[in-house]
């Protein structure tokens, strides 16, 4: 059984760029969550999607959006960088009913943003 | 989302018993106790959730208070590989999936 994997592992990018981050999520799982974890702090929630539609956002502009497809992987997008953008972007995967105790997380991609 | 207190910081030595408290006085009834773990360089990993009964795995224990306020995980015999931030979440049972985050406890295991 393949985890969840994330690509690219690190990036750079300048501010005011765009990026795309993608997450491939665990075998049978069809939601995909998405956390943004700045250095020393825990993860805060994005969005999450179901089915290709987004279920659920935290506090974040509309700068930040996603995508999921049909076999389930994901895209974190974000438009407009700052500086403040640099974090490890996490992505969960997990199934309606076991994503309520139990989401299975990836390795993370590192984003700076200079 | 209720919110959850845990100290900053534990130290303990390998092969002994860790407790990690975590403080949730707004708990309510629909919510669940849940613990991740983030170790060096990795995502968050789930460890154990529980709703009001203590709950065993093959990581930990987790020991809830009877008023719920409160709870504890416990690992029986730490390793060094159990050095870790560990979170304590508190999830309504018929919410979002999101998970809500707080700083954590940051776990060194001494050789």
């Known amino acids: 059984e393949t985890g969840v994997t994330q690509s690219p592992t690190h990036l750079i990018k300048t501010r005011g760029q765009q990026v795309t981050l993608r997450c491939s999520s665990q075998s049978g799982h069809n939601t995909v969550s998405w956390y943004q974890q700045a250095l020393g702090q825990g993860p805060q929630f994005i969005f999450q999607?179901?089915?290709?539609?987004?279920?659920g956002r935290g506090n974040f502009p509309p700068r930040f959006s996603g995508l999921q497809f049909p076999n389930y992987s994901s895209e974190l997008n974000v438009n407009a960088l700052e500086l403040d953008d640099s974090a490890l972007y996490l992505c969960?995967?997990?199934?309606?009913?076991?994503?309520?105790?139990?989401?299975?997380f990836g390795p993370g991609t590192r984003l700076t943003v200079t | 989302d209720a919110k959850t207190t845990q100290p900053n910081s534990m130290e303990s030595n390998e092969e002994e018993p860790v407790h990690l408290p975590c403080n949730h006085s707004t708990i309510s009834g629909t919510d669940y106790i849940h613990w991740y773990r983030q170790l060096p360089s990795q995502g968050p990993e789930y460890v154990i959730h529980?709703?009001?009964s203590n709950v065993n795995n093959r990581m930990a224990s987790l020991a809830i208070a009877e008023d719920r306020k409160s709870s504890t995980l416990i690992l029986h015999r730490a390793t060094l590989r159990d050095a870790a931030v560990y979170y304590c979440i508190l999830r309504d049972v018929g919410g979002a999936q999101k998970l809500v985050f707080g700083q954590g406890t940051r776990l060194t295991i001494n050789p």
């Open positions: 999607y179901y089915r290709e539609e987004e279920n």
């Open positions: 969960a995967s997990s199934t309606p009913t076991s994503g309520h105790y139990e989401q299975y």
């Open positions: 529980g709703l009001t």
